[in-house]
Nanobody, 124 residues
Framework: QVQLVESGGGLVQAGGSLRLSCAASGFTLDYYTIAWFRQAPGMEREGVSCISSRGSSTNYADSVKGRFTISRDNAKNTVYLHMKSLKPEDTAVYYC?????????????????WGQGIQVTVSS
């Protein structure tokens, strides 16, 4: 059974850092592009970052460039989102998602598998 599980969320003060993890089971991440999305209450789901299957390509939303870094460890079947200089507007439920292939889009329509989401709250 294909499953993605996010961890590492929580409450942090503005300016702080968090590292989110997305662990896969039931399939090997090697051939999948992985993305992080987030959704705040009343807002549409927003693409945050993605990393291609071989890690050769990454993509970031303008709102997180320079603050967030995506990485992957295929040996651990895990993708990470390192978040620093967090702002209250980063508060949302964060989801990881997977799609087969090497393209790295930030549209949620392009992804086939989703985690259950994890809350990140940044206090001011």
């Amino acid at each position: 059974q294909v499953q993605l599980v996010e961890s590492g969320g929580g409450l942090v003060q503005a300016g702080g850092s968090l590292r989110l993890s997305c662990a896969a089971s039931g399939f090997t991440l090697d051939y999948y592009t992985i993305a992080w999305f987030r959704q705040a209450p009343g807002m549409e789901r927003e693409g945050v970052s993605c990393i291609s299957s071989r890690g050769s390509s990454t993509n970031y939303a303008d709102s997180v460039k320079g603050r967030f870094t995506i990485s992957r460890d295929n040996a651990k079947n895990t993708v990470y989102l390192h978040m620093k200089s967090l702002k209250p507007e980063d508060t949302a439920v964060y989801y990881c998602a997977a799609r087969s292939g090497r393209l790295c889009p930030l549209s949620h329509y392009e992804y086939d598998y989703w985690g259950q989401g994890i809350q990140v709250t940044v206090s001011s």
